[in-house]
């Protein structure tokens, strides 16, 4: 059963930008934390970013200043803003819902590519 749905990657120039979205259903994202991870070819998946129900946030070093992660609670969707973009910012984009120690099952992911 799908509970987070990705979108938004693509192919991009070094340099460039992307939106990628996450969204789910209200309940869940009332009462979540949504959190980005990203996992490149032959590496283990790493965090990103993540904003809680009351919308703190919490970014990553590596991408910090570069990426933005907020949240459109009209549509259940949280947003990862993604500047300046690197080629090693090349990975698979996962979201995932969590709460109480239990978070939803990771989807397909998005593919971003940055050439450079």
């Known amino acids: 059963q799908v509970q987070v749905v990705e979108a938004g990657g693509g192919l991009v120039q070094a340099g460039g930008s992307l939106r990628l979205s996450c969204a789910t259903s209200a309940r869940i994202f009332s009462i979540s934390v949504i959190s980005w991870y990203r996992q490149a070819p032959d590496k283990q998946r790493e965090f990103i970013a993540a904003?809680?129900?009351?919308?703190?946030?919490n970014v990553t070093s590596s991408v910090k200043g570069r990426f933005t992660i907020s949240r459109a609670n009209a549509k259940n969707t949280v947003y990862l803003q993604m500047n300046s973009l690197k080629p090693e910012d090349t990975a698979v984009y996962y979201c995932v819902a969590s709460r109480d120690g239990s978070r939803t099952p990771w989807g397909q992911g998005t593919q971003v590519t940055v050439s450079a």
């Open positions: 904003v809680s129900p009351y919308g703190s946030t």
